[in-house]
């Protein structure tokens, strides 16, 4: 053994040098896979990193680099790795302290002055203004947030909002929302990178203050987006109208909750907002055309790059469609991907291929890092690995079909790429939103290939003979498009069992997915094939997810319990966000009253008592729940939205309104003794955005 030992250690190393060696032409595709790892790593701190720790990040990773030029071609991926993964620390933390702007502390009730830089509408249809240079009554200009959003209500129909107004109103202000459970979406840390201080609403009416500055280029380009809107559905009508308005201008504000509803439960929601298919599809058919035009010219077809011409175009055209669609987070990102790959036609390089989407991933996560937590970013960049990486087999396999099967190309095209895609976007839709449309694939293949083939070329088409006054014939064809695409949302959604609620994975289920998905397309060799396990390994850890046996709002007003039959909630209306999110973390499709409605819960309104495993829990509600509580607290946990006075609930565990500020939504397990109890706080830690 003495003597095979040192043989078999030369084997490895030497099996480890070729692999690493084979991995040459493909080492970019790790770039934003170690990038994405750094970034991972600075926002999972639970303390906020100190300028030592940056400076000692940054020389380290100056140190890495120079080692991996100093060393052999075998071992300087590892060293440039390692400093990617840092510089990725680096970049997040260069960009949290880049955005960072005051955050309320309290609840506000007073006069709000700004200017309208956004208009949007919220969860409930409301419209809805962010505004920057905010003026807060009797606060210093240096607590007050940059940027706050306010929801309007009731009729504002005395002004036109445009961005640019300044305008002044009495509403009410709040510090945005953490999560409603541990370890759950945090508000708090998205409106941070968006420069959000305050969110809050108004009742009253909104005041102009001053004008929108003519002349600016933003107030231009959102009147035209405008105007173009309310042209496109002034001349169709009723869905198809808001359908169509919403992906030529990114105006979702006429778009019915109905049909919108329709569109999620089908799987075909991404018609609507304006990504990398919008994005794909225009600037392909631009691209086509152009080009077949310019072939159509001999004398220039022979002396010019008309397929570079054509992707100059193709460029500008999505540049303008940027810009008129309100640059939207999804639409810069699609946007970036597209140019990357345009880019390439213009270097004589493959357009598609992976190499182009590594390209355009690092480029979003330097510009934007806190983008890997989004599920348009992981849905995308799935979708978009998965056709490149599928279109690349199928390529290298086609010269094996039969010439009289090769007419099926196309079609086959169609329903790989509708199957693939949604294959492997599935987990992360899952994931992010706790359901699977089951009939999605049936819908996309339906809809899909006409958004293409028929509405995109159609929207092209109407805005060339727009200004000549010739837009009535394409724009009739996009709008039988789009009732198509409606009336297959209606049927697929309708559909018994077309939609299965899922429980929300745990922290390490998507980290591992992805790993095994990219280290299964990126690795070259037999090395990938450790890609599967992972990925299987992380739906084994997904499907024995542990939910909280009891979850407490950070309100102190709303408790919910395990059962048999469900969770159980406290109340049948009140911290309807919270209760909304617990079931469809649950995988649940119930709603609050039904929740609410199960045995578990005993008591009367304002003192509700519980008991789970031999733990009991008791929750009281404001003045009359007060009253109701003695010296003792009458169960092992007691939860109050109102403080009671000193000396009450000393021999029980207290989650009171000054407690509750601290801690955040709380979770409780309780299959050991003591409890174990995990709150918002603990996994928040002390970052930028929870101070």
């Not at 087999?393 to 010439?403: K, Q």
Request: hydrophobic share 50%.
């Amino acid at each position: 053994m003495a003597e095979t030992s040192p043989h078999s250690a030369a084997t490895r190393r030497h099996w480890f040098a070729d692999a690493l060696l084979a991995q040459r032409g493909s080492l970019i595709l790790f770039v934003p896979i170690c990038l994405a790892t750094g970034i991972a790593i600075w926002f999972g701190l639970r303390a906020e990193p100190g300028e030592i720790v940056y400076w000692t990040a940054a020389a380290c990773a100056a140190l890495l680099l120079l080692l991996g030029l100093l060393a052999g071609d075998a071992v300087a991926p590892l060293f440039w790795a390692a400093a990617l993964v840092l510089c990725g620390l680096l970049l997040a933390g260069g960009r949290a302290h880049s955005v960072a702007e005051p955050i309320l502390s309290f609840r506000y009730y007073g006069p709000i002055q700004g200017r309208i830089v956004d208009i949007d509408r919220s969860g409930s249809d409301k419209i809805r203004f962010t505004l920057d240079q905010v003026v807060l009554e009797d606060m210093r200009p240096e607590r007050v947030p940059a940027r706050v959003r306010v929801s309007l209500h009731g009729a504002q129909n005395h002004m036109s909002p445009e961005p640019g107004l300044t305008v002044i109103l009495t509403g009410h202000l709040l510090p945005p929302n953490g999560p409603v459970e541990p370890g759950g979406f945090d508000f708090r840390r998205l409106a941070f990178f968006e420069r959000l201080g305050a969110v809050g609403y108004t009742r009253t009416p909104v005041l102009v203050l001053a004008p929108a500055e003519e002349g600016k280029a933003g107030l231009t380009i959102f009147r035209l987006r405008m105007a173009l809107s309310q042209w496109v559905q002034s001349r169709i009508p009723g869905d198809a109208g808001a359908f169509a308005a919403a992906i030529m201008t990114g105006d979702r504000s006429a778009m019915p909750f109905p049909a919108l509803d329709s569109l999620r439960r089908s799987n075909l929601a991404h018609l609507l907002a304006i990504s990398g298919l919008h994005m794909g599809l225009l600037t392909g058919v631009v691209f086509s055309a152009l080009r077949a035009a310019l072939a159509l010219i001999p004398w220039l077809a022979l002396r010019a790059p008309i397929r570079k011409i054509a992707a100059l175009g193709a460029l500008a055209v999505g540049a303008a469609y940027l810009a008129l669609s309100g640059g939207a987070v999804s639409t810069e990102r699609a946007f970036v991907m597209v140019s990357v790959m345009l880019v390439a036609i213009l270097l004589d390089r493959r357009a598609i291929s992976l190499r182009s989407v590594a390209i355009a991933a690092t480029i979003i996560l330097i510009r934007t890092p806190e983008a890997l937590f989004s599920a348009g970013f992981q849905m995308s960049f799935a979708a978009t690995t998965a056709l490149v990486a599928a279109f690349g087999l199928l390529r290298d396999h086609r010269a094996r079909l039969p010439r009289s099967a090769r007419w099926l190309a196309p079609a086959l095209a169609v329903c790989l790429s509708s199957a693939v895609a949604g294959v492997a976007t599935a987990p992360f839709a899952a994931a992010h939103f706790n359901r699977i449309a089951d009939y999605g694939l049936v819908a996309n293949l339906l809809s899909v290939p006409l958004m293409g083939t028929v509405v995109m070329p159609a929207a092209v088409a109407t805005a060339l003979l727009w200004p000549v006054g010739l837009s009535a014939i394409p724009l009739w064809v996009m709008a039988c498009g789009l009732e198509w695409i409606l009336g297959v949302a209606g049927w697929i959604s309708g559909l018994e069992g077309s939609v299965t609620h899922v429980v929300a994975p745990g922290p390490a289920v998507l980290p591992l997915l992805s790993l095994g998905i990219l280290w299964l397309v990126a690795w070259k060799g037999r090395g990938r094939w450790l890609g599967p396990p992972l990925m299987l390994a992380a739906l084994l850890a997904w499907g024995r997810a542990d939910r909280p046996d009891i979850l407490i709002a950070d309100s102190g007003g709303l408790v919910g319990i395990a059962s048999p039959a469900g969770r159980v909630l406290s109340r049948p209306s009140g911290d309807g966000f919270a209760a909304a999110t617990w079931l469809e973390n649950d995988g649940e499709s119930v709603n609050q009253t039904e929740a609410a409605g199960r045995p578990g819960f005993v008591g009367g309104q304002y003192d509700r008592v519980a008991d789970l495993n031999g733990l009991s829990i008791r929750l009281l509600r404001g003045k009359t729940g007060a009253a109701a509580v003695e010296s003792a607290c009458g169960a092992d946990i007691l939860v109050t939205n109102i403080d009671l006075p000193d000396g009450h609930a000393a021999d029980c565990v207290l989650f009171n309104p000054a407690r509750l500020r601290e801690t955040g939504a709380v979770a409780i397990w309780t299959d050991s003794t003591p409890p174990r109890i995990l709150t918002a706080a603990d996994i928040g830690g002390d970052r930028l955005w929870t101070r």
